[in-house]
T-cell receptor, first 112, second 115 residues
Framework: GENVEQHPSTLSVQEGDSAVIKCTYS??????FPWYKQELGKRPQLIID?????GEKKDQRIAVTLNKTAKHFSLHITETQPEDSAVYFC???????????FGGGTRVLVKP | GAVVSQHPSWVICKSGTSVKIECRSL??????MFWYRQFPKQSLMLMAT?????????EQGVEKDKFLINHASLTLSTLTVTSAHPEDSSFYIC???????????FGPGTRLTVL
């Protein structure tokens, strides 16, 4: 099955700085890569996703890049704000595509 | 759009009792629903995949006789934790999607505490 590794596990940044989270996956057949944000005690919410036919996608302060050759994808948050503080999860579906395997999560703290 | 609800949001029960958690897609029909368990400060661990009208597919290590899943309609799936024990205490989250190309949308989760 798919194996997803996520780094770093914790990330502390100063407000206004950028944050980058990286995930690697094992199954080259994976073709969909979502990122979820989860605040304490709440549901994971999709913030951005990318499919394997594109290398980069941007939505305001958030961007995701995908390197299929190296089997890794990254989340970039620019101009971080305190409300960006949360746990972020990446995921990949594997060859079957019928379920998602999640990374271990990154706890982001944006210091004012 | 794409709203998923869960009920109850939290439940406390005695050891040995059974607890049922409902997951509903409110504004779309979900061919597939997923059940996850999340322990504090940990990632989402998939327990089972549920397709409407068929038996659920359980992940390795998940006891299907303990975690009963029913997906009776395109908008409702239920998870029943049978004979719950303290080690079953966790945050249970469901998600739903329309088809394989679609995003998974998560419910708000149910916090189960077994005394």
């Amino acid at each position: 099955g798919e194996n997803v590794e996520q780094h770093p596990s914790t990330l502390s940044v100063q407000e206004g700085d950028s944050a980058v989270i990286k995930c690697t996956y094992s199954d080259s057949a994976s073709n969909y890569f979502p990122w979820y944000k989860q605040e304490l005690g709440k549901r994971p919410q999709l913030i951005i996703d990318i499919r394997s036919n594109v290398g980069e996608k941007k939505d305001q302060r958030i961007a995701v890049t995908l390197n299929k050759t190296a089997k890794h994808f990254s989340l970039h948050i620019t101009e971080t704000q305190p409300e960006d503080s949360a746990v972020y999860f990446c995921a990949a579906p594997g060859a079957a595509g019928n379920k998602l395997t999640f990374g271990g999560g990154t706890r982001v703290l944006v210091k004012p | 759009g794409a709203v998923v609800s869960q009920h109850p949001s939290w439940v406390i029960c005695k050891s040995g009792t059974s607890v049922k958690i409902e997951c509903r897609s409110l504004d779309f029909q979900a061919t597939t629903m997923f059940w996850y368990r999340q322990f504090p400060k940990q990632s989402l661990m998939l327990m089972a995949t549920s397709n409407e009208g068929s038996k659920a597919t359980y992940e390795q290590g998940v006891e299907k006789d303990k975690f009963l899943i029913n997906h009776a309609s395109l908008t409702l799936s239920t998870l029943t934790v049978t004979s719950a024990h303290p080690e079953d205490s966790s945050f249970y989250i469901c998600s739903a999607r329309v088809d394989r190309r679609d995003t998974q949308y998560f419910g708000p989760g149910t916090r189960l505490t077994v005394l």
